[in-house]
Structure formats: C-alpha cells, structure tokens
C-alpha cells in the first residue's frame, strides 16, 4: 500500500478526474461532473499555493482514498503570534473500501509533511474526531475567525463541527485563532 504524493505542478486532467470522482461517491455534488467543471477545477488546482500536495491511494488503477495538504498561516491573537501550520481538506476513502486503513494511509503520508518541511502543526476541520484521535490528534475549542472576510470577518470560518490538531502533544495556545481566509 503507497501513497502517492502529487504537487500542484504534476496535477493533471486525468488526477483531477480521478479526484472528483471520489469527491463525488463521497460527496454527491449538486452540478454533474462536467469537462467544464473539469477544466475550472484544473484551472484552480493550478492556482493555488505552491505548498498544496494531492495525497492520493491506488489499488488496481482506481483512487480509493485521498486528501489534500498545503500551508496555511493563521495568527494566534491573544500572543499576537503568527505562523504557518499544515492545513488538512478533502479527506475521504471510498464508501466499497472503507474499514481497510486507507484513509488513515493518506492522512499519516500528509502528515508526514510536518517534520519533512519543519511545520509545528496541522490544524483542520472533521465530522470524524474519533479517526483522527486514533492517529494522535486532538480536539481544539477555540474560537476561530476569519479577519479577512468581506461578510462577517467573527463568523466561524468552520463549516463542520469540530477543529483538531495533530499532533496532540503539538503547542497550542488558548484564547481566539485567526484563520487569516476562509475555512478549508
């Protein structure tokens, strides 16, 4: 079992098709999978931050579990402090091969990225805190905010119910968080 690593320079038309797809058994989406939708979500792949890693795992030819990685600064306010962390998006296995560690394959290979590039954490959102305790993360209660919003920049950035850092024993201070954008 490998995990392949993609950045946003080896990310192609055939990787993003492979991803939607499993984004889409995952996470039906409201518009169909179009070559339109395909080509702007080429287009936004190949604008994003130079950080951004695709960490996807293959079995016979099919992407059966994958997530995204990239860095992500945000502002700790109380401390006034300001660093770049590894944020964590997209993290989904394929409903046929769920229960097989293929999730948590993609996620250990993202985190991996932590002592490679000498990041202190990675913080991000789930529905599943319970996954990502078992590999040493832990919940955060925080506030978060986005200070750079146009609509309500004290709104939590956050779409899911909880936060979590990984790896548990990682600094974390108490008191407001930043996101310094939007939720991810």
Sequence with gaps: ???????????????????????????PPSDPISEDRMERRLKRFKSIHSSYRLHMLWINGQVVAQ?????????????????????????????SHRG???????VKDAFARL??????????????????EKLGAKKVENRFVNSKSEE???????WNDFVMTYPAQAAWEEGSVDLL???Y
């Design 1 to 27: 079992m490998r995990v392949a690593r993609f950045g946003k320079e080896e990310i192609n038309a055939e990787l993003i098709e492979k991803a939607e797809s499993l984004w889409a058994a995952v996470w």
């Design 67 to 95: 997530c995204s990685s990239f860095h992500r600064e945000i502002e700790f306010l109380n401390s006034k402090k300001r660093l770049v962390q590894l944020g964590l998006a997209g993290v989904c296995s394929s409903p």
């Design 100 to 106: 097989n560690g293929y999730g948590a394959a993609v």
């Design 115 to 132: 002592g490679e590039e000498k990041l202190p954490f990675s913080l991000y959102q789930t529905e599943v805190p319970q996954f990502y």
């Design 152 to 158: 309500d920049s004290d709104a939590n950035p956050w």
């Design 181 to 183: 954008g939007p939720g």
